[in-house]
């Protein structure tokens, strides 16, 4: 058996699509995908994505199934310095919870809190 990463995809689920979208565009300076589900229950945004590169991809879901929050999973999307995407935060509608701090030898990460109340982190080297 192949050994795998442990995660293989996320879904940050969301109340208001078109709102989040925007503000995950404006955060990460990227364009999300409209994506099907293979349910056929739920719309989604897929963010940008190469399959057979490092890490997860995953998308944006509004699902009757499951709704946003401040819980127990956080995603950290990986930026060049999280304190460009940080300054986005705010004026994309989000909330920053802590500014980038360091995590030694892993480099810094910023909290902070979407459009639709869930957390999430930017983690960079520098």
């Known amino acids: 058996m192949t050994k795998m ?3 293989g995809w ?3 689920y969301v109340d208001d699509l078109n709102r989040a979208t925007a503000f995950y565009e404006t955060v990460l300076g990227e364009k999300l995908e409209q994506m099907g589900d293979p349910t056929g229950e739920a719309q989604m945004m897929s963010f940008p994505a190469d399959m057979n590169a ?6 944006l879901t509004k699902s009757p199934h499951a709704g946003p929050g401040i819980g127990g999973t956080i995603i950290y999307f990986s930026v060049e310095d999280c304190a460009v995407e940080e300054a986005r935060v705010g004026q994309a509608g989000g909330q920053v919870m802590r500014p980038k701090f360091s995590i030694g030898e892993f480099g810094f990460v910023t909290l902070c809190q979407d459009t639709e109340g869930n957390m999430f982190g930017l983690n960079s080297l520098k």
Do not use: E, P
């Open 54 to 59: 490092y890490g997860a991809a995953g998308a």
């Open 5 to 7: 990463n442990a995660v």
């Open 10 to 12: 996320f879904d940050i």
